[in-house]
């Protein structure tokens, strides 16, 4: 598998590492016990199309939401995650 890195074109899967799923949303501060136990601990293992949160670690420190097929393993994008405190934000929750 080889992604399109929007930055350094593309590039062998090694330089890449999964993060996650891309369509999660943090509960706030004030949410209870409850979601944000959900959000830590329970994940869904969708097959089919979905988008999932990518760092190009070997390249340009980027972080990449690449949507993809987790049954076929086909890669139908590939963009930057977003702006610059959204990855910085990434780089602290996620690592």
């Known amino acids: 598998m080889r992604l ?3 930055h ?3 590039r062998s899967l090694e330089e890449f590492t999964y993060r996650g799923d891309a369509t999660l949303r943090r509960p706030t501060a004030d949410a ?3 979601s944000w136990v959900d959000y830590v601990y329970l994940r869904d293992n969708p097959a089919g199309r979905h988008e999932e949160y990518w760092y190009h670690g070997a390249g340009c420190r980027a972080w990449l939401i690449v949507d993809r097929n987790t049954t076929t393993h086909t890669v139908h994008s590939v963009r930057a995650a977003g702006s610059t ?3 910085t934000r990434l780089n602290h929750e996620l690592a």
Do not use: F, H, K, T
């Open 4 to 6: 399109n890195c929007p």
């Open 8 to 10: 350094c074109g593309e």
């Open 32 to 34: 209870s016990a409850e």
């Open 85 to 87: 405190s959204e990855n």
